[in-house]
């Protein structure tokens, strides 16, 4: 990747088509966000892309319910 911003992003012309769709953004080892992208222009040897949506990635599945402050984070089982 060459560039990177809020809104898209930029990659060298040579290695790049014209993408859309659903694209993962990695640093290193580290996902950063899944995103929606489109093919904005090509300028300069770059390719541009925008972001239609970009939703940061997390380790945990999202909860579908409200958790209580004070729930308890473990069960312990009977042995």
Request: hydrophobic share 40%.
């Amino acid at each position: 990747m060459v560039r990177f911003w809020d809104k898209g992003f930029a990659v060298d012309a040579e290695a790049a088509p014209r993408l859309r769709g659903l694209v993962d953004i990695y640093d290193g080892t580290r996902h950063l966000f899944q995103c929606l992208i489109v093919a904005a222009d090509e300028d300069d040897g770059e390719m541009r892309y925008d972001f239609k949506r970009a939703t940061p990635a997390t380790d945990h599945v999202p909860l579908d319910f409200e958790r209580p402050d004070d729930a308890p984070v473990g069960l312990i089982g009977q042995g």
